[in-house]
């Protein structure tokens, strides 16, 4: 059985960090492509940045230089690392794996809750 837990939400200020990290289990994690999405409310689902499994890395313009995506293959996992948070950045962060270019499979985690209010 596959599953991407996502942790490390929670209800911050503005300008605070944030860590947030998904364990995925039941993938061969190393093949994957792994990224973080977010979808506010009323709003569609975004990509916020991604990391190959040769670990290159791509950023949403918004989150570039204040997010850093990182994956550790040994534990399985992949890491937001977030700075300077702004209100925009809330939402629901999802973490998202692909299989590409190795087969075909695409899976979600259930999101965890970022909110930036003062």
């Known amino acids: 059985q596959v599953q991407l837990v996502e942790s490390g939400g929670d209800l911050v200020q503005p300008g605070d960090s944030l860590r947030l990290s998904c364990e995925a289990s039941g993938i061969f994690f190393n093949i994957y492509r792994m990224a973080w999405y977010r979808q506010a409310p009323g709003k569609e689902r975004e990509l916020v940045a991604r990391i190959s499994h040769t670990h290159m890395t791509e950023y949403a313009d918004s989150v570039k230089g204040r997010f850093t995506i990182s994956r550790d293959n040994d534990k399985n996992m992949v890491s937001l690392q977030m700075f300077s948070l702004q209100p925009e950045d809330t939402g629901v962060y999802y973490c998202?794996?692909?299989?590409?270019?190795?087969?075909?499979?695409?899976?979600w985690g259930q999101g965890t809750q970022v909110t930036v209010s003062s």
């Open positions: 998202y794996a692909n299989g590409q270019p190795y087969n075909s499979n695409k899976y």
